[in-house]
């Protein structure tokens, strides 16, 4: 028999029928059983052919349990919750792993679908198979082999890990669906998941089920509040082990008289000895309230008005003098806050400086630059969004005897908006390459953050039309969007500044011979 021969016949478990739960800790009771079920028949058949001489005669094969969803309508649920609901109406699954590591965590999530939808949870076998190395992690007696160490190629007989099968696609938002068209369930696969935590373990020494309590999978936000609470907790015990604290960073230009204007800035760093000596106010800076290190452009050359004069420091947020006001109430995304950062006689080492004086302002371009792109491509994320919840909506709601999709008004909101969406996107993707290749792409960058947050605003108020007076409750969502997609024309530069910005590198290009 060849050693690459794939055609042998293939043993499995024995085929289940789903069941569906109402129940969240039983749907998860059962996903255990049939989790363990599947890591049993694995580890049973790898130990009997890791002695042998020979081939076996057969392939083995066990699949990742998986949560199954169908819902036929929209649910009124609490659209500040990024989770616990499924968009609209559609058939949904996820394939899962470590039932037992995540159990908490799934009786949440599976309480809050049964809650929110009115509909039962399917649970059943997948058609994913499971990797051996995954089905065996954990187990002391047992050690796969490297690749040729036994007398035949594991991968011919059981299944090993694929990268292919191990990507992003889900949370990337790149429109991804299973294989039988279900739409994910979660944002990553059992199998990314596995990989994840086989990392994990590699690079800690230490096995999932110890690390995991100190891992938070929720919204990002609110990931980073309570690991953050979690390790000052652990730095102010002395005997906890711990004894620093890798925490987030901020970057802090704008001012309350010099915000698109970063060149009028008047925060001063004075030079003393080895230190400098920062006073001044910085405004609007996105969650300062959470970060420990402050980047800070501040004029260290009062006589030199505009740009030259700035310089960009490093900033400890317990240096004495720094202090952070209180977050400013918001018209949307609450999910983030925004203070103030004041310096009173804050002395920050020199060696804190970034680059050389007067070089903050080219520092702080560097920065806007990239900046730009990630806003774009976070307004055309939403714009993608939005689309999805126009279209669901347009096919379901009725007036006038047909679907409002079926009116020629309605498809060419939603026409227009496909069109903006997608020229915004091939505008990011060709502005990222071009900035990963090393090029300068000011003017792209501008030029990409003007169009895809205008059209974003467009898109997002398109939404609220075609949903009508939907749109304008909180009940679907959409107004929540309406609401936090405004900033987007306002911070990394307005709409204003980013038109100055374009239409000053063209003249620069013109007055070069490169235009």
Same mark, same amino acid.
């Given at each position: ?18 069941? !569906? ?42 699949? #990742?349990?998986?949560? $199954? ?34 159990? *908490? ?10 809650? *929110? ?72 696969? /059992? ?31 609110? #990931? ?25 960073? *901020? ?42 290190? !402050? ?16 310089? /960009? ?29 004041? !310096? ?52 379901? $709601? ?24 997608? /020229? ?10 071009? $900035? ?80």
């Amino acid at each position: 028999m060849s050693p690459a021969d794939l055609t042998l016949p293939i043993k499995t478990p024995s085929k289940v029928q789903a069941e !569906f739960f109402t129940d969240a800790s039983l749907a998860v009771d059962r996903l255990c059983e049939l989790y363990d079920a599947a890591c049993d028949f694995l580890t049973v058949k790898f130990s009997d052919s890791a002695g042998l001489t020979e081939q076996p005669a057969n392939r083995f094969r066990a699949f #990742y349990p998986e949560i $199954r969803f169908r819902t036929t309508t929209h649910a009124a649920t609490d659209n500040r919750l990024s989770f616990g609901h499924v968009p609209g109406p559609g058939t949904y699954s996820t394939t899962i792993t470590r039932p037992d590591l995540f159990r *908490n965590y799934l009786e949440q999530q599976i309480g809050l679908l049964i809650q *929110n939808h009115g509909v039962p949870v399917a649970v059943g076998q997948s058609s994913t198979p499971m990797p051996v190395h995954f089905a065996v992690a954990g187990r002391a007696d047992i050690t796969v082999p490297q690749e040729g160490a036994m007398a035949f190629p594991l991968r011919d007989v059981f299944d090993v890990p694929d990268l292919t099968n191990t990507h992003d696609d889900i949370v990337n938002g790149l429109g991804y669906r299973h294989e039988d068209g279900s739409e994910p369930l979660a944002p990553f696969t /059992a199998q990314r998941i596995d990989y994840s935590l086989a990392r994990l373990s590699h690079y800690t020494a230490t096995l999932a089920e110890h690390f995991q309590n100190h891992v938070l999978f929720t919204n990002y936000q609110f #990931y980073v509040e309570e690991f953050e609470l979690f390790a000052r907790a652990m730095l102010a015990d002395k005997s906890s082990g711990y004894t620093a604290f890798v925490s987030p960073g *901020n970057f802090a230009l704008t001012e309350p008289e010099a915000g698109s204007d970063a060149g009028s800035l008047t925060t001063k760093a004075i030079r003393d000895g080895d230190h400098y000596v920062l006073n001044g106010t910085k405004r609007y800076i996105t969650n300062a309230n959470k970060a420990d290190l !402050f980047t800070v452009m501040a004029r260290t050359d009062v006589d030199t008005p505009g740009p030259k004069g700035v310089s /960009a420091f490093v900033v400890e947020r317990d240096t004495p003098g720094v202090s952070v006001g209180v977050p400013e109430k918001k018209m949307g995304q609450q999910g983030a806050h925004i203070c103030d950062v004041i !310096f009173e006689d804050a002395r920050v080492p020199a060696e804190n400086i970034i680059g050389k004086e007067g070089e903050g302002f080219k520092v702080a371009m560097s920065v806007l630059d990239k900046g730009r792109l990630h806003i774009s491509a976070v307004a055309t994320g939403v714009s993608k969004r939005l689309i999805r919840e126009m279209v669901n909506y347009a096919l379901e $709601r009725k007036q006038f005897g047909t679907a409002i999709m079926n009116h020629q008004m309605i498809q060419a909101m939603i026409a227009d908006s496909q069109a903006e969406t997608y /020229a915004a996107e091939c505008m990011i993707m060709d502005a990222a390459r071009r $900035r990963d290749a090393g090029e300068d792409v000011t003017l792209l960058a501008s030029s990409t953050k003007l169009f895809a947050t205008e059209a974003c605003g467009r898109v997002a108020d398109r939404a609220v039309q075609v949903f009508g007076g939907a749109g304008y409750v909180s009940d679907y969502g959409i107004e929540r969007f309406y609401r936090d997609v405004r900033i987007f024309r306002l911070y990394e530069g307005t709409s204003q500044i980013q038109q100055i910005i374009i239409a000053r590198e063209l003249a620069k290009a013109a007055k070069a011979g490169r235009l």
